[in-house]
């Protein structure tokens, strides 16, 4: 068995703020994939995973049993698979920001829900709001929290724009320029970083009234004019708010940025050859880059191997 293919996402703009009700845009990042696959030899990882699999069945189940918003799955075929050798096949990193576990979700959803949503229907707002929904409550066993939106992206392979919890839709972004100078880029930390730890420390700040304060008259406003400008395709005024951007994590989010990337982020926004961001929650992964030079950008950050996710 080999299923079909479900592909990592980027969150270009949202992150963390998107509890507080502003924008977000999540693209799909073909780069990376996984696939659901049954193998009667299982390697350390896919042994690892398959482990992951049957205590995931059991959450699914649970889910079914007390849940009655949540739909019916078709569990014994999702435990006969696992029983037999199945695990996610997947070249999506995790630990990075890029949505290894929301691959995971989709795949299964996709596979083993009786009465799916499917991507060939006329997607309301609704039924994209029940797929968050489910996608959130199956998704909460790797994170404790989930938003829903890393399997729901994964799932459509679609960009999804976010206006509020309760308002998302399918977005069109503006197509890329293969000749364009400017970028968006990831950034290899080398550290595998934890999504729960890094929101239990934003919950604590979130008690504080100045970070709250901070959240929403700065964070909150530039990440919604982040949205708007890139979709809107202007790109002047797209860097002058992801440069404000960059600047409020630098001096607000520290601990989920890795202490050894502290100056280069500072650089970056000294020199204006690049400005970095949070990717996803932070604390090791990937670090988004916003250049509008990629080839500046590069020899500026020789040591480290830049990816391109999108270019101006």
């Known amino acids: 068995m080999k299923g079909p293919l479900f592909y990592s996402k ?17 693209i799909p990042y073909n780069f990376y994939k996984g696939a659901l696959k049954i193998s009667e030899e299982l390697t350390d990882a896919s042994a690892q ?30 435990k ?32 083993y829900a009786i009465d799916k949503i499917t991507v060939l229907e006329n997607l309301t707002r609704e039924k994209l709001l029940i797929l968050k929904d489910v996608f959130g409550k199956i998704e909460s066993f790797f994170h404790g929290k989930s938003s829903g939106l890393d399997p729901l992206n994964s799932y459509l392979s679609l960009p999804i724009l976010i206006n509020s919890q309760q308002d998302i839709e399918p977005a069109g972004i503006p197509s890329q320029l293969a000749t364009g100078r400017g970028a968006v880029f990831l950034l290899d930390s080398g550290i595998v970083g934890e999504t729960a730890p890094m929101v239990n420390i934003f919950m604590e700040n979130m008690k504080q009234e100045g970070f709250r304060s901070m959240l929403k008259d700065k964070f909150v406003k530039y990440t919604d004019r982040c949205v708007e400008d890139f979709l809107s395709g202007d790109v002047n005024r797209l860097f002058g708010n992801v440069k404000n951007l960059s600047h409020i994590v630098l001096d607000n989010f520290k601990p989920m940025i890795p202490a050894q990337f502290h100056e280069l982020w500072k650089q970056g926004l000294d020199s204006g050859d690049y400005y970095l961001k949070l ?34």
């Open 279 to 312: 990717c996803g929650s932070g604390g090791g992964g990937y670090i988004l880059g916003f250049t509008e030079d990629l080839e500046k950008a590069k020899k500026t950050l020789e040591d480290y191997q830049l990816e391109v996710v999108y270019s101006f």
């Open 80 to 111: 006969s698979d696992v029983n037999a050798g199945m695990y996610f096949d997947s070249s999506i990193p995790q630990g990075y920001g890029v949505g290894s576990s929301g691959a995971l979700v989709a795949a299964i959803y996709d596979k």
């Open 49 to 78: 995973s398959n482990k992951n699999l049957d205590r995931l069945a059991t959450h699914i189940q649970y889910l079914q049993d007390t849940d009655k918003d949540f739909p019916q799955f078709d569990i014994l075929s999702l």
């Open 10 to 26: 980027i969150l270009l703009f949202g992150e963390y703020g998107i509890i507080k009700d502003s924008k977000g845009l999540s």
